[in-house]
């Protein structure tokens, strides 16, 4: 299999954004397809609860369990064991992490309107919370702390947390998963992953006998493979979402300052998550391109993954867009909307900053992706598929809600309600202006 990306060539064309959007790379597998295959697993879990959640376990992670719930022997033990080089490097995430979450909690804001009248924002918790770390192919305890620790700053009082079940660990999720959980304080965590565990949490689940054994959430969050992806966008509505963090993307606007050997390594680091995983560069530079090609053949065959890594370069949703210049390269990002886009050009920070479509933006050539995966303190549960042109990336504000407070004294209502009958009378319905008059009757 080939590590060459293939190439789109959009140089000495001049394209409008809606027509960008086609011309860019994506997945032929895309969310909405999904959603048709997850339908009835999020219904027989919303009809039969637990056993449903069981059953779907069995049947795509091969483990048989008699129970969702892990143990708190389970996830004690579980950081007991782990390496300590590890734990340091969990604990110094989860330090930034909480830094810059905390740094980002809006403030209550009261604003006098007229003499007399006032609306306040108070921006309150979500009561519980499901949160969902991905257990497939890899492993991710940093997944843990990007999604527990803004709701913890938040002020969430109810946290749970869902990874698939591990057949080589005894139906567990992965021990490094449950040890994240043990460092940031949360035990109660369920063996379940996939579409059913997003259902578990919309809906709740039940034993046969009516035994409530997961609490319905209000907000789930957490990134996943398409499937989980199509999951939270089929519950929707039921609760509250961050984004539909499906397979991961990469693209880096580059021109002829940036290291080819630095861009191809930023690609594969990405194409590694899964054979669905994006890699998009795009530059006016030709040069660049066929260098990076050349970096990519002698890099992925040095890796670890490079069967995967592959699959994924080899894939529709990765190539080389060629364009005229940076400006036109800002073009083609802003309508692909990367989860991860990398501005390595330059004045990369003046580029940078001209970016409105991406999940998160890393400037230079010393701020690479995999940094935001682990240790910068930014999150690295951001949307993907072009989704980040209309959401943004898991963040304390995820887990708070708005709420106005409108208080005014009979002065200021008096003032108004004028305005009030005379609209009220425009859009036909007088009582709403009668609710107002009746006070001065």
């Given amino acids: 299999m080939t590590t060459t990306l293939r190439r789109i060539d959009l140089r000495g064309r001049d394209l409008d954004p809606v027509t960008l959007r086609g011309v860019v790379p994506r997945a032929e597998l895309d969310v909405s397809a999904a959603v048709d295959a997850v339908r009835p697993i999020c219904e027989a879990v919303r009809e039969r609860g637990t056993a449903a ?92 702390v990007m999604n527990v620790v803004p709701a913890q700053e938040a002020g969430v009082a109810s946290i749970a947390v869902t990874s698939p079940a591990q057949r080589e660990f005894g139906g567990l999720p992965h021990p490094t998963v449950l040890a994240a959980c043990a460092l940031l304080g949360v035990d109660e965590v369920y063996s379940a992953g996939g579409a059913q565990a997003v259902a578990m949490f919309a809906y709740g ?69 899964d054979t669905l995983a994006a890699a998009v560069l795009v530059t006016p530079s030709q040069r660049l391109a066929d ?73 230079g050539p010393h701020s690479p992706v995999s940094l935001g995966d682990y240790c910068a303190g930014s999150n690295h549960i951001l949307p993907t598929g072009g989704s980040a042109c209309h959401s943004g990336g898991l963040g304390v504000q995820t887990f708070l809600r708005g709420i106005h407070v409108v208080d005014y004294s009979a002065e200021a209502l008096r003032e108004v309600a004028g305005h009030v009958v005379a609209l009220a009378e425009a859009e036909d319905l007088p009582a709403h202006g009668q609710a107002v008059t009746a006070r001065f009757a």
Wanted: charged share 25%; net charge negative; aromatic share 4%.
């Fill in 53 to 144: 959640v069981l059953e779907y376990t069995e049947r795509f992670d091969g483990v048989r369990l008699t129970s969702l719930r892990v143990p708190a022997a389970a996830i004690g033990a579980a950081l007991a064991a782990l390496d300590p080089a590890v734990r340091a490097a969990l604990e110094e995430t989860i330090r930034r992490v909480r830094t810059v979450q905390r740094g980002l909690r809006r403030e209550d804001s009261v604003t006098r309107v007229v003499p007399g009248g006032t609306v306040t924002e108070r921006w309150v918790p979500v009561r519980r919370v499901g949160l969902y770390v991905p257990g497939g192919i890899a492993v991710y305890p940093s997944s843990v």
């Fill in 205 to 273: 689940a039940r034993d046969a006998d009516g035994t409530l054994v997961v609490a319905p959430v209000d907000v789930v969050t957490g990134p996943g493979n398409v499937y989980v992806a199509a999951a939270k966008r089929y519950v929707q509505g039921v609760v509250g979402i961050d984004a539909e963090a499906g397979p991961t993307d990469i693209a880096v606007l580059a021109d002829d300052t940036a290291d080819a050997a630095h861009v191809a390594a930023d690609l594969i680091s990405q194409a590694e998550h």
């Fill in 291 to 363: 260098a990076v090609d050349a970096e990519l053949a002698a890099q992925v065959a040095a890796t670890k993954h490079s069967e995967r890594i592959r699959a994924a370069l080899a894939g529709r949703q990765s190539a080389v867009v060629l364009v005229d210049d940076v400006e036109a390269g800002l073009a083609v990002v802003d309508a692909y909307a990367a989860e991860h886009l990398e501005v390595q050009t330059a004045d990369a920070r003046a580029v940078a900053a001209r970016v409105r479509n991406a999940g998160a933006v890393f400037v």
